[in-house]
């Protein structure tokens, strides 16, 4: 079960990226009111941003987000 539960803040943000994407098409697969449909876009949009912040602070030498960097646990 260890390996179903994110273990670092880059996989938590993905997954919240990733679900709110998923919520995103099944809003427009099922003609959800355009307001919502808008709404969750942004949401998933800005999720996307936190987790390329993550990932972009791995890039430039800060650790932010990496609780566990591999091969140090």
Same mark, same amino acid.
């Given at each position: 079960?260890?390996?179903?539960?994110?273990?670092?803040?880059?996989?938590?943000?993905?997954?919240?990226?990733?679900?709110?994407?998923?919520?995103?098409?099944?809003?427009?697969?099922?003609?959800?009111?355009?307001?919502?449909?808008?709404? @969750?876009?942004?949401?998933?949009?800005?999720?996307?941003?936190?987790?390329?912040?993550?990932? @972009?602070?791995?890039?430039?030498?800060?650790?932010?987000?990496?609780?566990?960097?591999?091969?140090?646990?």
């Amino acid at each position: 079960m260890a390996g179903i539960v994110p273990e670092s803040e880059r996989e938590r943000r993905y997954d919240k990226w990733y679900e709110l994407t998923q919520l995103y098409y099944d809003a427009v697969r099922h003609g959800v009111e355009i307001k919502e449909v808008i709404a @969750t876009k942004e949401l998933a949009d800005e999720a996307w941003a936190s987790y390329i912040e993550v990932v @972009t602070n791995n890039l430039t030498g800060r650790f932010e987000g990496y609780e566990f960097p591999q091969g140090l646990q």
